[in-house]
T-cell receptor
Framework: RKEVEQDPGPFNVPEGATVAFNCTYS??????FFWYRQDCRKEPKLLMS???SGNEDGRFTAQLNRASQYISLLIRDSKLSDSATYLC??????????FGSGTRLQVQP | GAVVSQHPSRVICKSGTSVKIECRSL??????MFWYRQFPKQSLMLMAT?????????EQGVEKDKFLINHASLTLSTLTVTSAHPEDSSFYIC?????????????FGDGTRLSIL
């Protein structure tokens, strides 16, 4: 079983749509959680951290359920510029990040 | 602005060449840097953890004699791909974490796209 699992997609959605990505992780000792965005042939860029209380940044909302070891990302009012691969990332203290394989999003006009 | 600089961004060379990639933290000290590799349509996979002043820790399946890591200062780690072959062609990315910030996100370099002919 992979340490971090994501639906690879692709998710093809029209502009303005709401789209949700899910992620599960296997290591209950994981301590911090992030969503990164990766554009084609580029390095990953931090989108947002994820907290148990849930957090929102503009059109993006992230949720964490530690009991279920489940993380989600909701994107509202999708823009063409949101097209990218979204990486669910989990961190154990003092270790490197563990990346999911990514979910590809394609927003269409 | 960028806080981690990686160089070079693109390398194309012949099989058998050794290639050195540099990763620098620009405005902070990083006792630990990480090297990842990403093949097309796959996720980033950790290759090794680079520790300043000590030996790197390699992930299972990564040959330490093939991928030499040196972390001689608090702001610089280098990865040398020795005698590179076409199967080593990949996207190599480094990341660094500020000293003591264990639960914070890491800062990534721009990546190095390595193509071995």
């Amino acid at each position: 079983r992979k340490e971090v699992e994501q639906d690879p997609g692709p998710f093809n959605v029209p502009e303005g749509a709401t789209v949700a990505f899910n992620c599960t992780y296997s290591n209950s000792a994981s301590q911090s959680f992030f969503w990164y965005r990766q554009d084609c042939r580029k390095e990953p860029k931090l989108l947002m951290s994820v907290y148990s209380s849930g957090n929102e940044d503009g059109r993006f909302t992230a949720q964490l359920n530690r009991a279920s070891q489940y993380i989600s990302l909701l994107i509202r009012d999708s823009k063409l510029s949101d097209s990218a691969t979204y990486l669910c990332v989990v961190n154990e203290a003092r270790r490197a990040l563990t990346f999911g394989s990514g979910t590809r999003l394609q927003v269409q006009p | 602005g960028a806080v981690v600089s990686q160089h070079p961004s693109r390398v194309i060379c012949k099989s058998g060449t050794s290639v050195k990639i540099e990763c620098r933290s620009l405005d902070f000290q990083a006792t630990t840097m990480f090297w990842y590799r990403q093949f097309p349509k796959q996720s980033l996979m950790l290759m090794a953890t680079s520790n300043e002043g000590s030996k790197a820790t390699y992930e299972q399946g990564v040959e330490k004699d093939k991928f030499l890591i040196n972390h001689a200062s608090l702001t610089l780690s280098t990865l040398t791909v020795t005698s590179a072959h076409p199967e080593d062609s990949s996207f190599y990315i480094c990341s660094a974490r500020r000293q003591g910030e264990w639960d914070q996100p890491q800062h990534f370099g721009d990546g190095t796209r390595l193509s071995i002919l």
